[in-house]
């Protein structure tokens, strides 16, 4: 098992054209597009890495720096807010 | 011990009087509450749980009660905390209540000022509520059908910076009485701030910003059905919202009842 992440499942979410809102128990989040981009693809246990393989496919590289050093920093960012937990993944 | 029936927020809270001085509080709590007493069997709206106030004398021991003291004004500034305590635990996943004051025009089309407490929201109605209909000071509920269930209570007025509250009924205010009906057509955020300058200025906000706005300065709006949703389909039926920055309430006035009288 390796480590990684999920989506902790909001009561509702509304997506806009700037991002999108994940209401919880006692908190509304705002997310990015690219926040949102995250939350979509972590519903079921995923990796950073597979997530920077993602966020790639579907954004491009980052303007600056590599994509796992982006989705890195948007993980921590998602798992601050409670938006996303830790969950282990099996080993590919 | 006296019972009194208290509407508002669409449902009845039976308030409890009690202590060796609970003639003096029903008779305060009758004053303060004139607009929202009801009789009983008068409504057919739920009933939330009851809550309990005791204004005792030194040394007495207060029994149970959720507003307590000696103090008549610091036991009635509890006791309106308490009821709506009371009333939003009974309505939560029924109705959307916001953090926010709300008048009404002469046709029920009401407008609700959202901002936390301590904000400018019961100055501004009280001023309002002059000329247009008092729905609320506090708590704005408002159904899927976006009516507005009033809850007319006591407005808490600072008169000694260091004492409580004073808890004054809307008709020792002159305050209007709303329509029967009425339905909410504009949601406006209120930013009053000390340091803002120049006339009052209107922040137009996309759904996005208004939705992560006005989330925050709810109760318990994870408890409706799909509640986001339920905001944005609210939000669809209204006029744009706006967050509407300002300094003095006088400056104000004209713009919202410009709102009320074009609805």
Do not use: N
């Amino acid at each position: 098992m390796s480590d990684g992440v999920r989506l902790v499942p909001p009561v509702d979410r509304l997506d806009f054209e700037e991002g999108s809102l994940l209401l919880y128990e006692r908190r509304l989040v705002s997310l990015s597009v690219l926040g949102a981009a995250v939350a979509d693809l972590s519903a079921t246990p995923t990796t950073v890495a597979a997530l920077a393989e993602g966020l790639r496919e579907a954004f491009g590289d980052p303007a600056d720096g590599s994509a796992d050093e982006a989705t890195a920093a948007v993980v921590a960012a998602l798992l601050a807010l409670g938006v996303l937990e830790a969950a282990p993944t099996p080993d590919p | 011990m006296s019972v009194l029936l208290v509407g508002g927020l669409a449902c009845r809270t039976p308030v409890r009087l009690t202590g060796s001085r609970a003639a003096e509080l029903d008779a305060a709590a009758r004053v303060a509450w004139a607009r929202c007493l009801l009789d009983v069997g008068d409504a057919a709206d739920p009933e939330s749980d009851a809550v309990v106030a005791c204004l005792h004398g030194p040394g007495e021991e207060p029994d149970g009660a959720s507003a307590t003291g000696t103090e008549l004004a610091s036991v009635l500034q509890q006791l309106t905390q308490q009821v709506t305590y009371a009333k939003i635990a009974a309505q939560t996943g029924r109705l959307l209540m916001l953090h926010a004051g709300a008048v009404a025009g002469a046709d029920g089309d009401a407008i609700a000022f959202v901002a936390p407490g301590g904000t400018g929201k019961t100055t501004l109605v009280r001023r309002l509520g002059r000329r247009f209909g008092y729905l609320t000071d506090e708590t704005v509920a408002v159904d899927a059908d976006a009516r507005v269930h009033p809850y007319p209570k006591p407005l808490s007025l600072r008169g000694d910076a260091a004492g409580p509250k004073a808890e004054t009924s809307p008709d020792d205010l002159g305050l209007v009485r709303p329509p029967a009906f009425c339905r909410l057509r504009r949601l406006v955020l209120l930013a009053r701030s000390d340091d803002h300058a120049g006339p009052p200025r209107q922040e137009a906000l996309t759904r996005f910003e208004a939705i992560a706005a006005l989330a925050p300065e709810t109760s318990a709006l994870s408890a409706l059905p799909r509640p986001l949703h339920w905001l944005d389909d609210l939000l669809a039926g209204l006029a744009p919202v706006v967050r509407l920055h300002y300094r003095e309430v006088d400056t104000v006035l004209d713009t919202v009842a410009g709102w009320l009288e074009r609805s």
